[in-house]
Every structure is written in C-alpha cells, then in structure tokens.
C-alpha cells in the first residue's frame, strides 16, 4: 500500500488486484479509482516497487514490478489479529467477556 496526502493505492499480489482511491474526495473509500487515473496509479505502483527494493523485501518485486501470482481465492474464515503489548491474545468465547480486565468506565486495564 501507498498513501499519500491526495491518493491511497492498494496492490494485491494475489491475481494481481489493485485499488485506487482519493482521500480528499472519497475518505470512505467507496470508488475504486484504478481505471480512471492511470498516471496516479503508475506513480504509486512504481513508489511501492522502490520501497521493496531492499534486502528483506526484494522478493516482492520481478524486475521493477511489484510481484503478481496466479489468484488463488482463499478459504473465507475469521482473521485473528492480537494486540499483545495490551494482553489480548485471543478472542472471548463471550463478547461480554471482552472486557474482563478492564474498568468499564475508564476502558483501562485493572491491574
């Protein structure tokens, strides 16, 4: 992804796939923009390929592109995505349980 003050540009690897949006006029991001600026989509590919141009990342890029492969649709399932820094390492069998550990009303942790 490529963010600038104006335009938000999302590459997917993954068949390839590509989003564009202007934040200024669309900050919901509701209308894909790729097929309609062009110019601003090279630009922002090709800030993304040079940013992956070094060790660490190299292997997202074929030559000055950024890497595509085949698409491939995945298994719809439930993305757990943690914040340990906060203790949280998994979801609640109940979502009332989500807050244990926390003061209601302040939302802080109780120590």
Request: glycine share 10%; charged share 30%.
């Amino acid at each position: 992804m490529v963010v600038t003050d104006e335009w938000k540009y999302i590459f997917m690897a993954n068949g390839g796939r590509e989003q564009l949006f202007n934040l200024r006029q669309d900050p919901n991001e509701v209308s894909n923009r790729i097929g309609s600026a062009p110019g601003i989509r090279d630009d922002l590919h090709a800030l993304g390929a040079k940013a992956c141009g070094v060790p660490g990342a190299i292997d997202a890029l074929d030559g000055d592109k950024l890497r595509v492969f085949p698409f491939r649709e995945r298994a719809r399932m439930r993305i757990y995505q943690f914040d340990r820094s906060h203790g949280v390492l998994g979801f609640p069998n109940k979502p009332e349980d989500a807050l244990q550990g926390f003061d209601r009303a302040t939302l802080k942790r109780v120590k």
